[in-house]
C-alpha cells in the first residue's frame, strides 16, 4: 500500500535558519506529490506540489523536488521566518488508487524563534 | 471564490447527545472527504464521497458514525450517541477527482464532548 514517512518534530529554528524537513514515500504507482502547512486554528491548506519526476514545487520561498530514485519529497526554505510556525504535511495522491484519495504523513510541527 | 465552509466551528455537549456536523465544498469539485484529528492519532480519513456516492467508509470508527451527502453541495457527518473519545477536531475538504488535484479543507469544527 501507499505511505509518506516524514522527519519527525518538533523542529525549532532561530529567524533566518535554512530548514529542511525530509519526506519519502511508497506508493505502487505514479504518485502526485503535495506539501500541505496547518496554521494553528486553521484547516491544512496547500503549499505546493508536482505531478512527475523531477518537478520542482515552490510557493512562498519554500521548494521541494520530486525525486523518483530516492522516493523523496523534501521541502526546503532558505530563510525561515516567524510566521512560518506551524505544522507541515506531506501527502500523495496515486491515480492507481480510488481518484482523489490522499495519504498523508504524520506532520511536522516548526517553531521559527525570533 | 469561497473555500469549504464547515458548521458549527465548535461544539460542546454532553455524552449521549447527537452531534450533527456539516459540510458545503467548493462548487464544481466531485470528491468530498471527512477527517479528524487529534493530537494522539493525528489526522484520520473517515470516509470520502466522489459524485456524492460513499466510496470508502473503511476509516470510520463505529457505528455510531455515519455520513451522508444528498446532493453536491452538502454533507453531513453524525454520531449518535456521542462519548468523550469522540472530541477531536473533525475537517471537510474536497476536490476535483484526479490525482494531481490538491484538496482543499474548511477550517474544522472542534468537538468536545463532556
Known amino acids: 500500500g501507499n505511505s509518506v514517512t516524514q522527519m519527525e518534530g518538533p523542529v525549532t529554528l532561530s529567524e533566518e535558519a535554512f530548514l529542511t524537513i525530509n519526506c519519502t514515500y511508497t506508493a505502487t504507482g505514479y504518485p502526485s506529490l503535495f506539501w500541505y502547512v496547518q496554521y494553528p486554528g486553521e484547516g491544512l491548506q496547500l503549499l505546493l506540489k508536482?505531478?512527475?519526476?523531477?518537478d520542482k514545487g515552490s510557493n512562498k520561498g519554500f521548494e521541494a523536488t520530486y525525486r523518483k530514485e530516492t522516493t523523496s519529497f523534501h521541502l526546503e526554505k532558505g530563510s525561515v521566518q516567524v510566521s512560518d510556525s506551524a505544522v507541515y504535511f506531506c501527502?500523495?495522491?496515486?491515480?492507481?488508487?480510488?481518484?482523489?484519495?490522499?495519504?498523508f504523513g504524520d506532520g511536522t510541527t516548526l517553531t521559527v524563534k525570533p | 471564490d469561497a473555500g469549504v465552509i464547515q458548521s458549527p466551528r465548535h461544539e460542546v455537549t454532553e455524552m449521549g447527545q447527537e452531534v450533527t456536523l456539516r459540510c458545503k465544498p467548493i462548487s464544481g469539485h466531485n470528491s468530498l472527504f471527512w477527517y479528524r484529528q487529534t493530537m494522539m492519532r493525528g489526522l484520520e480519513l473517515l470516509i470520502y464521497?466522489?459524485?456524492?456516492?460513499?466510496?470508502?467508509d473503511s476509516g470510520m470508527p463505529e457505528d455510531r458514525f455515519s455520513a451522508k451527502m444528498p446532493n453536491a453541495s452538502f454533507s453531513t457527518l453524525k454520531i449518535q450517541p456521542s462519548e468523550p473519545r469522540d472530541s477531536a477536531v473533525y475537517f471537510c475538504?474536497?476536490?476535483?477527482?484526479?490525482?494531481?488535484?490538491?484538496?482543499?479543507f474548511g477550517d474544522g469544527t472542534r468537538l468536545s464532548i463532556l
Open positions: 508536482a505531478t512527475k519526476a523531477d
Open positions: 464521497f466522489n459524485n456524492n456516492v460513499p466510496i470508502d
Open positions: 475538504a474536497s476536490s476535483y477527482r484526479g490525482n494531481n488535484q490538491p484538496q482543499h
Open positions: 501527502a500523495l495522491s496515486d491515480r492507481n488508487t480510488n481518484a482523489g484519495k490522499s495519504t
